[in-house]
């Protein structure tokens, strides 16, 4: 859905650049060219914390993990 965003954003910019500024038609463009780079640049980011975010949770898990084991090593002897 993207490119598909992508390829009609060009056809639309590509078919507006000789036509002037104060047409209606031009400011929509430049509107959602803004608004599809702050939806590109959200995706990209979202995915980057996505990461982050996952990162946190398996060394939360393995630190865990390695208390319990503590835990048990302390309290079986």
Same mark, same amino acid.
């Given at each position: 859905? *993207?490119? @598909?965003?992508?390829?009609?954003? *060009?056809?639309?910019?590509?078919? #507006? /650049?000789?036509? +002037?500024?104060?047409?209606?038609? =031009?400011?929509?463009?430049?509107? $959602? #060219?803004?608004? /599809? @780079?702050?939806? #590109?640049?959200? @995706?990209? #980011?979202?995915?980057? $914390? &996505?990461?982050?975010? +996952?990162? =946190?949770? &398996?060394?939360?898990?393995?630190? !865990? !993990?390695?208390?319990? !084991?503590?835990?048990?090593?302390?309290?079986?002897?």
């Amino acid at each position: 859905m *993207e490119q @598909d965003l992508k390829v009609i954003i *060009e056809q639309m910019n590509s078919s #507006n /650049a000789a036509e +002037d500024e104060d047409n209606p038609m =031009v400011k929509v463009v430049k509107i $959602l #060219n803004a608004h /599809a @780079d702050s939806l #590109n640049w959200i @995706d990209r #980011n979202t995915a980057l $914390l &996505k990461q982050k975010v +996952d990162e =946190v949770g &398996k060394q939360t898990e393995q630190r !865990r !993990r390695e208390q319990e !084991r503590s835990f048990r090593l302390a309290f079986d002897q």
